[in-house]
């Protein structure tokens, strides 16, 4: 899979509201049934949940798939 995410934080509110940040920036905001399974399974290895969860895994490969011949159209 590529090198792991880093520059994921998160924290839980008093309201049970889970914000994920990344660099600083708000990567997502979970509520409810999604921030406790998210909770319960940030415990393996935070920073790539975290990057799964926000939906930044991707690692640098797009720029060069757009050039593969199947690709253009």
């Known amino acids: 899979?590529?090198?792991?995410?880093?520059g994921f934080r998160y924290v839980?509110?008093?309201?049970?509201?889970?914000?994920?940040?990344h660099h600083g920036r708000?990567?997502?905001?979970?509520?409810?049934?999604?921030?406790a399974q998210f909770l319960a399974e940030?415990?393996?290895d935070p920073q790539?949940?975290?990057a799964r969860w926000t939906g930044n895994y991707r690692r640098g490969n797009e720029r060069t798939a757009c050039q593969h011949p199947r690709n253009r159209a």
């Open 42 to 44: 940030v415990e393996d």
């Open 12 to 21: 839980e509110r008093a309201d049970g509201t889970v914000v994920i940040t």
């Open 48 to 50: 790539l949940v975290m």
């Open 26 to 35: 708000v990567a997502g905001t979970l509520r409810g049934g999604r921030a």
């Open 1 to 6: 899979m590529g090198e792991p995410a880093h």
